[in-house]
C-alpha cells in the first residue's frame, strides 16, 4: 500500500487526507495548526515535526496550501531552509492541489524536472462536500507518466479527474472555472433577491430556475439563499466550505491570466469587484455563497 505525505490541512485538505486514511493508505501529515493535526490523526494518520519531515521517504506528497508564495517556499525552500526537493526520494509524485499562479507551478515543476522527480499540479474543484465525499474533480498539469502514477491516490480522493496538459495547465483551467462560478453565484443570487423582493418563495423559485434554462452548479449543490437547501454554508451563517478571501485570490488570479493573453473578461473583472468590496465589509472568513447578502441587504437601505 502507498506511503502519502499530506501537508496543509484546512477545510479541502483535511478531509481529502482523511478518506487516503479510510483507504488504508500510510498517511503522515503536516500542518501548521495542532488541532488539525490532531483531527487526522484520531483518524489514524501518522504525524510529523516538519513538512519535510512528512514528505522524505513518501511515494507521494500532496500539498494543499493558500497561496503561491507558501507553495514555492515549500519546495522550494528558502535561505538555509531546505524545500521538499531537497528531500523526498527520486521515485516519488509530488502533487500540488492548490490553486495558485501557473507561473509558479511551473518555476516548482522545472526544478523538480531538473531533480528528476515528477511534478503535477492538481487544483481540485467540488467545494467541501465533495472533498468529504470523495467526489472531487482533480484538474492535472504534467507529464503522461506522472499522471498514470498519480491515480493510485487521485481516485480515492475524487470522481472525476481530467489531465489539462503540461506543468500549470491545471491551474489555468482552475481559474477559468472559479471565475466561471463566482459569474454564476452572483448570478444565482440577485435572480433569487429579485423572486423575493417581488413576493416569491426561493426554494420553489430555485426549483423551476434549475430545471429551467437558468440552471447551474449553484442552484443544484450550492444555494446561496439561507434554508432553501440542507447541508450548505447558507444554512450554516455562511460558515464553513470556501471562503470568499480564496475566492477573492482566485479571481486576482484570473485577471492577471486575462492580461497576459489580452483576453477579455468583463464577466470576471466585475465579478472580482464585487467580491473585493464583500471581502472589505468584513465577510472575507464567510463562504462565497454569502455574496447573497450584498443583495439581500439592499432593500433595507
Not at 500510510?26 to 514528505?55: H, I, M, N, R
Not at 528531500?87 to 523538480?112: F, N, P, R
Not at 477559468?176 to 459569474?183: E, G, K, Q
Not at 443544484?220 to 451563517?237: A, G, L
Request: with cysteine; glycine share 12%.
Amino acid at each position: 500500500m502507498a506511503t502519502v505525505a499530506f501537508i496543509g490541512l484546512g477545510n479541502m485538505g483535511g478531509p481529502m487526507a482523511a478518506n487516503l486514511v479510510k483507504a488504508g493508505m500510510t498517511v503522515t501529515v503536516f500542518d501548521l495548526v495542532p488541532q488539525a493535526v490532531e483531527a487526522l490523526t484520531s483518524q489514524g494518520a501518522l504525524s510529523a515535526k516538519t513538512a519535510c519531515g512528512a514528505a522524505a521517504g513518501a511515494d507521494y506528497v500532496i500539498t494543499m496550501l493558500p497561496a503561491s508564495k507558501h507553495v514555492q517556499g515549500l519546495y522550494l525552500g528558502s535561505g538555509e531552509q531546505q524545500g521538499l526537493l531537497d528531500v523526498v526520494s527520486k521515485d516519488a509524485v509530488l502533487i500540488d492541489c492548490s490553486t495558485i499562479d501557473a507561473g509558479t507551478a511551473q518555476l516548482v515543476g522545472k526544478a523538480a524536472e531538473e531533480k528528476g522527480i515528477a511534478f503535477m499540479d492538481a487544483p481540485v474543484s467540488g467545494g467541501t462536500a465533495g472533498a468529504t465525499a470523495g467526489t472531487l474533480t482533480f484538474i492535472c498539469g504534467g507529464s503522461d507518466a506522472a499522471y498514470n502514477k498519480a491515480q493510485t491516490v487521485l481516485t480515492v480522493m475524487g470522481a472525476n479527474i481530467f489531465h489539462a496538459g503540461a506543468v500549470g495547465a491545471g491551474q489555468i483551467a482552475k481559474i477559468c472555472n472559479n471565475m466561471l462560478l463566482s459569474v454564476l453565484m452572483v448570478g444565482t443570487s440577485e435572480s433569487l433577491q429579485l423572486g423575493i423582493d417581488n413576493g416569491l418563495d426561493p426554494k420553489v423559485l430555485s426549483d423551476i430556475m434549475k430545471v429551467s434554462s437558468g440552471g447551474n452548479w449553484t442552484l443544484e449543490k450550492y444555494n446561496p439563499c439561507p434554508d432553501v437547501m440542507e447541508s450548505v454554508p447558507s444554512s450554516n451563517s455562511y460558515q464553513g466550505g470556501f471562503m470568499v478571501d480564496l475566492m477573492v485570490k482566485d479571481l486576482g488570479l484570473s485577471q492577471q491570466a486575462a492580461l497576459a493573453s489580452n483576453s477579455s473578461t468583463p464577466m470576471g473583472a466585475l465579478a472580482r469587484s464585487l467580491y473585493v468590496n464583500h471581502a472589505r465589509q468584513g465577510n472575507g472568513k464567510l463562504d462565497f455563497s454569502s455574496i447573497f447578502e450584498q443583495f439581500a441587504n439592499q432593500k433595507s437601505k
